[in-house]
């Protein structure tokens, strides 16, 4: 389970922990979310989101923004992944997501093996969010706030799935993709996409 140690590495000063949510899907954008809590009030539970249900995960969410010094979300669009590709618009996400932070970090452990180019202090976490408190509860807050946007979007492009698949590529999703072509939301850049576009 994840724990406090990579956040006190870095003390004094306020860390922030990031993840992102959406690097693999084939529509929607990345979003990701920065995290500063409280050493003596972390939620219990916090883990990777993708360990948690449903239930739990909207539970930890509610809970980290209620108790958290301060959190930001930081989005980057399906243009802006096809411009420049999915790991730089990875990182446009993370530096909003800090961004977006209503106190300033002294340190930024960010999920993964590297860090975007940015002015802070940051150590990349391989495997973060099962490792690192604040990072843990950046990925539940990214994946919750990402799965609610491609829920509403479902609504308007309704054959693909999204409200289950999340964008992601399903059966389901591939077979529609292939019927009835690429919505404005597809990542026009991805594999399956730009194939159905070349048809």
């Not at 108790?67 to 399906?78: D, H, K, N, T, Y």
Request: contains cysteine; charged residues 25%.
């Amino acid at each position: 389970m994840p724990d406090f140690s990579h956040e006190l590495r870095h003390h004094p000063g306020l860390v922030a922990g990031v993840d992102e949510a959406g690097r693999g899907p084939l529509a929607g954008p990345v979003v990701a979310a920065a995290v500063i809590l409280h050493a003596d009030d972390c939620p219990e539970g916090l883990n990777d989101s993708k360990q948690l249900t449903p239930k739990r995960r909207a539970e930890l969410e509610r809970q980290v923004k209620a108790r958290a010094l301060c959190w930001g979300i930081g989005v980057a669009s399906v243009e802006e992944i096809d411009h420049l590709n999915i790991l730089w618009a990875t990182m446009l996400a993370m530096t909003r997501g800090v961004e977006a932070l209503s106190a300033d970090c002294a340190h930024v452990l960010v999920d993964g093996n590297r860090c975007p180019q940015w002015r802070w202090a940051s150590t990349a976490v391989v495997e973060g969010d099962a490792k690192c408190l604040s990072i843990a509860a950046a990925s539940i807050l990214a994946k919750e706030e990402r799965d609610r946007m491609m829920i509403a979007a479902a609504a308007d492009h309704p054959h693909y799935g999204w409200e289950s698949n999340k964008g992601y590529g399903s059966a389901r999703h591939l077979a529609a993709l292939r019927e009835h072509g690429p919505t404005p939301l597809h990542r026009r850049s991805f594999a399956p996409v730009a194939q159905r576009l070349l048809l």
